[in-house]
């Protein structure tokens, strides 16, 4: 799909997350003034948003020169921290006595992943409506149902600190992270050929 909406989404979304994400779940959970609103932002600037802007001046200034740059292995740090991150919460999450069956915990996933699916077609539909290109519509499909674990739970852990049932508040997040990956894979090939067709009409035979 089209990478820089892509990028340029998830950064944007990653700054609006931290600001709109903790307003929105104290909303819908009928959070009241006894909140520390002021203690839960400045612990997610700390943890989250003054992270991700010093990586990204020192991706984009002279700091750190760019053949330096090249050499760091972004992308295997990436993958190793994603990884490390989904096994420690996994592991602190699944390590207390939860109160769920495995028929709750297999029809979560059921609703989740049919959630995703239908979201992602659903957005399908909207960018076909406003005549998209196939290259922006996939990038869209995957932006629209995004959800961060490495975001997320930092924001889940800061707003809900100290509540018994914040096991039970992550798990859906951790089974839909894991599971848009898997699921992404899947797609990628598929669009990865309607993506290169965009365009090219079919031969007729004289």
Same mark, same amino acid.
């Given at each position: 799909?089209?990478?820089?909406?892509?990028?340029?989404?998830?950064? !944007? *979304?990653?700054?609006? *997350?931290?600001?709109?994400? @903790? #307003?929105?779940?104290?909303?819908?959970?009928?959070?009241?003034?006894?909140?520390?609103?002021?203690?839960?932002?400045?612990? #997610?600037? =700390? $943890?989250?948003?003054?992270?991700?802007?010093?990586?990204?001046?020192?991706? +984009?200034?002279?700091?750190?020169?760019?053949?330096?740059?090249?050499?760091? @292995?972004? %992308?295997?740090?990436? %993958?190793?921290?994603?990884?490390? !991150?989904i096994y420690?919460?996994?592991?602190?999450?699944?390590?207390?006595?939860?109160?769920?069956?495995?028929?709750?915990?297999?029809?979560?996933a059921a609703?989740?992943?049919?959630?995703?699916?239908?979201?992602?077609?659903?957005?399908?539909?909207?960018?076909?409506?406003?005549?998209?290109?196939? %290259?922006?519509?996939?990038?869209?499909?995957?932006?629209?149902? /995004?959800?961060? #674990?490495? &975001? *997320?739970? @930092? !924001?889940?852990?800061?707003?809900?600190? *100290?509540?018994?049932?914040?096991?039970?508040?992550? !798990?859906?997040?951790?089974? +839909? /992270?894991?599971?848009?990956?898997?699921?992404?894979?899947?797609? =990628? @090939?598929? &669009?990865?050929?309607?993506?290169?067709?965009?365009?090219?009409?079919? $031969?007729?035979?004289?």
């Amino acid at each position: 799909g089209n990478e820089a909406v892509a990028i340029f989404n998830g950064t !944007i *979304g990653a700054f609006l *997350g931290v600001i709109v994400t @903790p #307003l929105l779940v104290m909303k819908v959970t009928g959070g009241s003034a006894n909140v520390p609103i002021a203690s839960i932002f400045s612990k #997610l600037f =700390v $943890t989250v948003v003054l992270p991700l802007a010093l990586g990204q001046i020192a991706k +984009y200034s002279s700091i750190i020169s760019s053949s330096t740059l090249k050499r760091i @292995p972004f %992308s295997t740090f990436r %993958s190793l921290i994603l990884l490390m !991150i989904i096994y420690t919460t996994f592991c602190s999450t699944f390590m207390k006595e939860l109160q769920i069956t495995g028929g709750f915990f297999l029809g979560l996933a059921a609703v989740l992943l049919m959630q995703q699916i239908c979201n992602m077609f659903f957005v399908k539909a909207i960018c076909k409506s406003q005549k998209m290109t196939r %290259s922006d519509t996939v990038a869209a499909m995957f932006c629209a149902v /995004h959800k961060s #674990l490495t &975001l *997320g739970m @930092p !924001i889940a852990g800061i707003v809900f600190e *100290g509540d018994p049932k914040l096991a039970i508040i992550t !798990i859906p997040l951790l089974v +839909y /992270h894991p599971m848009q990956i898997l699921l992404g894979s899947l797609l =990628v @090939p598929t &669009l990865r050929k309607w993506v290169a067709n965009d365009g090219v009409l079919p $031969t007729t035979s004289k």
